[in-house]
């Protein structure tokens, strides 16, 4: 009873405290004029609030995106995660039992691009947030499309570690390699420009999985987004500020230290620069301010 209790404290509101962080000036971007990102919906996946950020109700179910993120750019298309695939019903069964929750399929990304003229010929590259099965099952409907990863985050996934079940089931897997060789980026210690032009950067977080990373994404329009995976799983973990319950982050094996200085460059980013619009990555609400493919944003 007394462990109970003890438990049943850990998913209390409690607003996270956050260590003072530096994140310097806003980085130049030139993103070509025809560039744009487009959502795809691939499903979603429920949850109660309570599960998804401490002090969220049990009563409350959120309906967790698994959303693909289309980035159309002259020198090649990206996908950033893929979603649920054409065969994830296989894959949930290679999850834990206790991570299966009620799915709403929806289009897979491979299709959904197809019916508008976009094939996995098409795509230069994969990104994925982290190899967690909600944001690489499609990777299996784009064989032979280059999934960027860095050696450390490709180590993680072939020491076969709890969480890469899924990633580790897909054959046949392209991997390009890809190291942080640029230097700081709104407080994130490394960064990749993966076109040169500032368009789309990718800096290392790895405190919800050792190859987490957050892509940010700029526009010609001059918005800016913010991909930051499952650093939280919903807006409230950065708004309040809230970490995920003690529980979840136990289970993952989240570095706390590490997560809460992220979340404290997330908030420090969007209050200093408020056209840079976090995503994280199950927040269906969020998505909102993406169109959906065909659809895109300039």
Do not use: C
């Amino acid at each position: 009873m007394v462990a109970i209790a003890v438990l049943a404290l850990t998913f209390r509101p409690a607003r996270l405290e956050l260590p003072a962080v530096n994140i310097g000036d806003l980085p130049p971007a030139s993103p070509p004029a025809s560039m744009s990102i487009s959502a795809l919906p691939t499903g979603t996946y429920d949850s109660p609030a309570a599960l998804t950020y401490r002090g969220g109700a049990w009563s409350e179910t959120r309906h967790l995106a698994a959303t693909a993120i289309l980035v159309r750019h002259p020198k090649g298309n990206l996908l950033i995660d893929t979603g649920f695939g054409r065969h994830i019903d296989e894959h949930i069964k290679l999850i834990p039992p206790m991570q299966r929750t009620p799915q709403t399929k929806g289009v897979p990304a491979v299709d959904r691009l197809a019916a508008g003229g976009v094939h996995p010929g098409d795509i230069a590259a994969i990104i994925p947030t982290h190899g967690h099965w909600d944001h690489v099952s499609g990777v299996d409907d784009f064989r032979g499309v280059p999934v960027m990863e860095t050696a450390v985050g490709k180590r993680w996934i072939t020491s076969k570690a709890e969480g890469t079940e899924v990633i580790n089931s897909l054959r046949g897997i392209n991997y390009r390699l890809y190291d942080f060789d640029g230097g700081p980026y709104l407080g994130f210690p490394r960064s990749h420009d993966v076109f040169g032009d500032g368009s789309v950067v990718i800096v290392p977080a790895p405190g919800h999985t050792p190859d987490s990373v957050v892509v940010f994404v700029s526009l010609p329009s001059g918005a800016r987004y913010a991909l930051i995976g499952d650093l939280v799983f919903q807006m409230e973990g950065v708004d309040i500020p809230a970490e995920k319950p003690w529980m979840l982050r136990w289970l993952i094996g989240e570095n706390n230290i590490v997560v809460r200085k992220d979340i404290a460059l997330v908030r420090a980013i969007r209050e200093k620069f408020p056209q840079i619009h976090p995503l994280p990555a199950h927040d269906s609400r969020s998505f909102g301010a993406i169109p959906v493919f065909p659809a895109s944003a300039r």
